[in-house]
């Protein structure tokens, strides 16, 4: 009987992975707190997170617990036509954290979903209203997502070129990084049209992007502008959400309050796939009517699966707690004092921060892609030293659970300047 590696290579085709020359996965048997376990016995600190979608650690006892109680009462129901108490209750739970223009909740399966679910609500607006527009504004650099409609409004690169021919069109703007508001905004003026149907942003911070941020400021202005022109505005908090960026989410940075928001990942405490898209009164007003067309012909099997609903939940009973908000803003400074220790270190540049989340660049010679093998000898050197990292080409970022110690903290830290060292 050959070992879970060949057994997975034999049947298994990975997410994101050239499976002719990734090597073998690791076998995880077992997860608790920030720690992975692996079948040799390792003990490896994850420290993105499970892809940005851990809030609490791995195998958290009051989510599973929850869950398990929810498994035995209803494991899932159509949701067209029915309704039960744990969609109900997290809907009635979210809204009030969100910002205080969103008033329904429609629910999908994943983050490239709550986009598809925005996209489709901007443009059947429009639709419904008989004005129809057809513009998307988005930034360079921007990810929010893999199906089609969520490729389209994502920047394009080399994950995309084989699909370009049937991704709709986008006007993209830079992204307003530090140093490029002016040029951004001059070039918003132009793009700004009264046809834009909707400007969709990650807010403040671009994930997949490269952990690029920007100043809430020059976000509000932006927004300001899109609105002025009817646009409506979707942030894509599938990543930044639940206080990823140290406020619940980063929406709350911007007095702008965006007309369309979409969550996943942290949404359960990263245990089920679920996702969220939100709007406000005047676009769910939009969809009502006695013409039936007017409705929006979406949904998805496992739209509102009791069991992940009842796991955000259990996840909001742990985040939306002092300690956990402490825990927030303990992980943040512990961050800035090694981003301050990175910043006069040779062969780091561009060290940012925003609340739970420390990216920095490694400078290299010149060639800086997703492909650049600095990204391998990284994620191999950290691995090795039982630090899960997974650099974006040459951007290192930390993205821990809340849950993660000082001391564990410090392992992650230490394995950097390690790395960093050797360069
Ligand atoms: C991960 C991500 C998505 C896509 O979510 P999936 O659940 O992976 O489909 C969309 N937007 C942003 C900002 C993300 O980080």
């Known amino acids: 009987m050959s070992q879970l590696p060949q057994r997975d290579k034999a049947v298994i085709w990975h997410p994101f992975t050239q499976m002719q020359t990734a090597p073998l996965p690791v076998p995880i048997v077992r997860g608790e707190g920030s720690v992975l376990h692996t079948a040799d016995g390792r003990a490896i600190l994850d420290m993105i997170s499970s892809w940005w979608v851990n809030l609490h650690g791995h195998a958290h006892p009051h989510i599973a617990s ?6 035995h009462t209803l494991e899932h129901v159509i949701f067209a036509g029915f309704t039960h108490e744990p969609a109900v209750q997290l809907a009635e739970r979210l809204l009030p954290i969100l910002p205080d223009n969103q008033r329904r ?17 901007a443009f059947q607006y429009w639709h419904n209203l008989g004005q129809p527009r057809r513009k998307v504004i988005a930034f360079e650099d921007a990810y929010h997502g893999d199906t089609f409609g969520a490729m389209a409004v994502g920047g394009r690169s080399t994950f995309t070129t084989p699909f370009a021919p049937f991704l709709f069109d986008v006007t993209f703007l830079p992204t307003p990084i530090p140093g490029r508001e002016a040029e951004v905004l001059e070039l918003a003026k132009a793009a700004f049209t009264d046809d ?28 300001s502008m899109a609105r002025a022109k009817g646009a409506l505005l979707i942030a894509d908090e599938v990543m ?37 898209t939100t709007c406000t009164q005047a676009i769910y007003d939009a969809f009502l009517s006695t013409d039936r067309m007017k409705t929006l ?3 998805h099997s496992f739209t509102a699966n009791p069991l992940a609903c009842t796991a955000g939940l259990a996840s909001l009973d742990l985040l ?53 093998t600095i990204r391998d000898v990284a994620y191999n050197f950290l691995l090795e030293r039982d630090v899960l990292m997974r650099p974006l080409g040459n951007v290192l970022y930390l993205m821990p659970p809340y849950c993660t110690t000082n001391a564990q903290l410090d392992q992650a830290y230490g394995a950097v300047r390690a790395l960093l060292g050797t360069l």
Do not use: W
């Not at 929850?66 to 498994?71: E, F, G, K, P, V």
């Open 66 to 71: 929850r869950i398990s109680d929810q498994l």
């Open 105 to 121: 909740v429609f629910y999908s399966d994943n983050g490239s979903t709550a986009v598809e679910v925005a996209l489709k609500m």
């Open 196 to 223: 834009v149907a909707a400007f969709i942003v990650e807010p403040l911070v671009q994930g997949s992007g490269g952990m690029n941020m920007y100043a809430p400021a020059v976000l509000d202005q932006l927004f």
């Open 240 to 276: 930044t959400g639940f206080g990823r960026t140290g406020k619940l989410f980063a929406s709350h940075y911007l007095t702008e309050k965006p007309d369309l928001m979409c969550l996943s990942k942290g949404l359960t405490g990263g245990t089920m796939a679920l996702g969220v």
């Open 297 to 299: 012909f979406h949904g």
């Open 320 to 372: 939306l707690t002092p300690d956990r908000m402490a825990d927030i803003e303990r992980i943040a400074a512990q961050h800035a004092l090694f981003a301050d220790e990175l910043r006069s270190t040779p062969r780091v540049e561009n060290v940012r921060q925003l609340g739970t989340l420390l990216a920095f660049d490694l400078v290299t010679d010149g060639q800086t892609s997703y492909f650049n």
